[in-house]
């Protein structure tokens, strides 16, 4: 058994629109690792490579020390995406005869435990669910065959707090178990505070900060004061006479007294390394 169940050296995938390039990490037993970035920065092109969906032109990609895609790794992982993978024709009831043939571990008790939790209907078809029942139906599908790792592409946009709460009770559950992981993109980062461990931000398809998730917010602080914009800062914004900024918070010593230092959320460090990029390649 591989102590990392997900490891990505030197990736680079280049399509008309879009690319990533230099995409390293490791996602070890029992971690949770935030995958976070503003739209088009390359999340679910990586996370796609994970799947075995896309082929890098260059690097490599293993899943549970398999080759990404193989039949072996993709029994044991875990899918939930912004939308159902299941045909919208299909009842929910029939699901889990359609899927079981594909998973040698699957467990149809399991799967109707979970659907019953969740208030699934499953007399309902799939494209006559709503946005959250058709999220919370993926989840199911996702945990009903007991996979190790379980990777989740912005399950929570658009849904209310109380099912956002109900898929964060999940992952923990889920985490009880050390052999396993988890490796969560979404754009909602307060879900992220209480779950992950781990945080990597893509920012124009490379890695712009990777680390334990409570560091990230030690190494950042935002900057804010009036006047003319101090060297040393990461994409500073302008209100009228006023600027905030990101900072590293080994860099506060070059502030002087009239520069506010605050927290940085994980929104923050986005944003600002966003507009950094932009600047940078303007």
Do not use: C
């Amino acid at each position: 058994m591989t102590d990392d169940m997900v490891r990505i050296s030197n990736l680079r995938i280049t399509r008309p629109a879009f690319e990533v390039g230099d995409i390293s990490f490791t996602i070890p037993r029992g971690a949770v690792v935030g995958l976070v970035g503003p739209n088009g920065a390359g999340k679910t092109t990586v996370i796609r490579s994970l799947l075995g969906l896309l082929t890098p032109d260059a690097g490599q990609v293993e899943v549970l020390g398999e080759p990404a895609g193989s039949s072996t790794a993709l029994a044991k992982i875990g899918i939930v995406l912004d939308q159902p993978t299941a045909s919208g024709a299909w009842r929910v009831h029939s699901i889990s005869r359609r899927l079981a043939p594909f998973y040698p571990d699957w467990d149809d008790d399991r799967f109707t435990e979970l659907l019953e939790r969740f208030g699934v209907p499953r007399g309902q078809r799939v494209d006559e669910l709503s946005r959250g029942q058709g999220v919370k139906l993926s989840l199911a599908s996702a945990l009903a065959h007991r996979p190790e790792l379980l990777i989740l592409d912005e399950p929570s946009s658009g849904l209310d707090p109380r099912s956002r709460r109900e898929i964060s009770d999940v992952i923990r559950q889920f985490m009880v178990d050390p052999r396993h992981a988890v490796l969560f993109s979404t754009h909602i980062t307060t879900d992220l505070d209480d779950l992950a461990d781990q945080l990597i931000v893509l920012v124009g398809g490379r890695i712009a900060h990777r680390g334990i998730l409570p560091d990230a917010k030690e190494d950042f602080a935002m900057a804010r004061g009036t006047g003319e914009v101090p060297g040393g800062v990461l994409g500073p914004q302008r209100s009228g006479a006023q600027w905030s900024a990101l900072i590293r918070t080994d860099d506060s010593a070059m502030f002087g007294p009239d520069v506010v230092l605050d927290e940085a959320t994980i929104d923050d460090i986005i944003i600002h390394l966003a507009a950094a990029h932009e600047e940078a390649t303007a």
